[in-house]
């Protein structure tokens, strides 16, 4: 009976610690912006880095947690369609470098880019797509639409196999 009283004491005392901790992390959101070791390791960013920005050739610094929020993003609502860079409605245009710049408008900066989420055209720009969600600004604001063209660019940049068209 001991035993069983102490086991009941000790995890009641663990639900408590759980509920207090998960409260601190809700009431501290820089906790929640931590860095996708992803990021780190294959897109080989620690601090920022300089993206291309237009088509002038100006560019943007993003951070580690920038391209993280951009990647959370992205996997919750693009990662269906587009896993590992491909894409799978048209498996031979995808999210590589290359096919990026090809595209009519090239969509290889951020602002073109997030054009193309806003409004999404097909891949020789003739008329709009159905086939990629249209992202409005009260989905995704411009600053967090930006995170997330960093990340595909990034992703598109340095990491291995992305927007691969051979399986």
Request: glycine letters at 6%.
């Amino acid at each position: 009976m001991f035993f069983v009283r102490m086991l009941w004491v000790s995890l009641r005392s663990i639900g408590v610690l759980l509920l207090v901790g998960m409260s601190l992390w809700a009431a501290n959101p820089s906790w929640a912006d931590a860095v996708d070791p992803y990021v780190r390791r294959y897109l080989r960013v620690e601090e920022s880095v300089e993206l291309k920005l237009n088509s002038e050739g100006q560019t943007r610094s993003f951070s580690a947690a920038n391209l993280s929020s951009g990647k959370r993003f992205f996997e919750e609502n693009c990662k269906n369609c587009h896993v590992g860079g491909s894409t799978l409605p048209d498996p031979t245009v995808s999210l590589s470098l290359e096919a990026l710049k090809a595209a009519t408008p090239p969509r290889d900066s951020i602002l073109s880019l997030v054009a193309f989420l806003r409004e999404p055209m097909t891949y020789d720009g003739a008329e709009y797509t159905y086939s990629c969600r249209q992202v409005s600004e009260s989905w995704l604001s411009d600053p967090e639409a930006a995170n997330l063209a960093a990340f595909i660019l990034r992703a598109a940049e340095k990491a291995p196999g992305w927007g691969n068209t051979t399986f």
